[in-house]
C-alpha cells in the first residue's frame, strides 16, 4: 500500500478517507498528522477539473460545484472526491516514476466516456459521471508506463461504483 496524506476540512476528508480505504488495496488514504510522500489536498478551490495535479507529491480534488455532480451522477461526497483522488494519484504517480511527463502532458481529448478527460468546465464531467469509465488509450498509457497497479484499481473501483450506483438507482427508481 501507498501512504497518502489527506488534507483538508472534515467531515468531507473522512469521507474521502473511509470510502477510499474500503473499495481498494493500492492506496492508504491517512488523515493523522505524518506527511507522506502522497499528499491530497480537499480543497474549496475554483477549477474545472475533477482534480488538480500540481507535482509528483501533491493531488487537489475540490468541493466546488461538486453538490451538483454528486446529485446529478447519483454519488456521495465520498465517492465522487474519492473517485477523483485516485485519478489524480495516478497521474501524480505517473510523474514520480518518468522525469520526462509534466501535468501538462495529461490532457486528454473531451470525450463523455473517459475519466481522464478534459473538460473546460466542471459540469461537463456530469455525462462522464453518467457512466464512468477509463478509454483504453488511457489504461494502454498507465499500463505502459509502469502503473499497471494503479489502472487496475482504478478499473477495479469504477467498476464497483457503477454497481453500487445501479442498485441505488433502482432501489430510488430513478434513472
Same mark, same amino acid.
Given at each position: 500500500?501507498?501512504?497518502?496524506?489527506?488534507?483538508?476540512?472534515?467531515?468531507?476528508?473522512?469521507?474521502? $478517507? $473511509? =470510502?477510499?480505504?474500503?473499495?481498494?488495496?493500492?492506496?492508504?488514504?491517512?488523515?493523522?498528522? @505524518?506527511?507522506?510522500? #502522497?499528499?491530497?489536498?480537499? !480543497?474549496?478551490?475554483?477549477?474545472?477539473?475533477?482534480?488538480?495535479?500540481?507535482?509528483?507529491?501533491?493531488?487537489?480534488? +475540490?468541493? =466546488?460545484? $461538486?453538490?451538483?455532480? /454528486?446529485?446529478?451522477?447519483?454519488?456521495?461526497?465520498? %465517492?465522487?472526491?474519492?473517485? +477523483?483522488?485516485?485519478?489524480?494519484?495516478?497521474?501524480?504517480?505517473?510523474?514520480?516514476?518518468?522525469?520526462?511527463?509534466?501535468? %501538462?502532458?495529461?490532457?486528454?481529448?473531451?470525450? @463523455? =466516456?473517459?475519466?481522464?478527460?478534459?473538460? @473546460?468546465?466542471?459540469?461537463?464531467?456530469?455525462?462522464?459521471?453518467?457512466? @464512468? &469509465? #477509463?478509454?483504453?488509450?488511457?489504461?494502454?498509457?498507465?499500463?505502459?508506463? /509502469?502503473? %499497471?497497479?494503479? !489502472?487496475? !484499481?482504478?478499473?477495479?473501483?469504477?467498476?464497483?461504483?457503477?454497481?453500487?450506483? &445501479? !442498485?441505488? /438507482?433502482? &432501489?430510488?427508481?430513478?434513472?
Amino acid at each position: 500500500m501507498i501512504p497518502v496524506s489527506v488534507r483538508g476540512e472534515l467531515p468531507v476528508t473522512s469521507q474521502v $478517507a $473511509a =470510502w477510499v480505504n474500503t473499495k481498494q488495496e493500492r492506496f492508504h488514504f491517512d488523515l493523522s498528522y @505524518p506527511r507522506h510522500d #502522497l499528499v491530497l489536498h480537499v !480543497t474549496d478551490e475554483t477549477y474545472h477539473g475533477l482534480f488538480r495535479v500540481s507535482d509528483s507529491r501533491n493531488v487537489h480534488v +475540490s468541493n =466546488w460545484q $461538486a453538490d451538483g455532480l /454528486q446529485l446529478y451522477a447519483n454519488l456521495c461526497a465520498g %465517492e465522487l472526491l474519492g473517485l +477523483s483522488a485516485l485519478l489524480g494519484l495516478t497521474q501524480a504517480r505517473a510523474l514520480a516514476l518518468n522525469d520526462f511527463l509534466r501535468p %501538462e502532458d495529461f490532457l486528454h481529448p473531451s470525450q @463523455p =466516456w473517459c475519466l481522464f478527460s478534459t473538460h @473546460p468546465m466542471k459540469q461537463d464531467f456530469a455525462e462522464v459521471l453518467d457512466a @464512468p &469509465a #477509463l478509454c483504453q488509450g488511457c489504461v494502454d498509457f498507465y499500463r505502459c508506463i /509502469q502503473l %499497471e497497479p494503479e !489502472t487496475e !484499481t482504478l478499473q477495479h473501483v469504477v467498476c464497483k461504483l457503477n454497481r453500487c450506483r &445501479a !442498485t441505488r /438507482q433502482g &432501489a430510488n427508481g430513478t434513472k
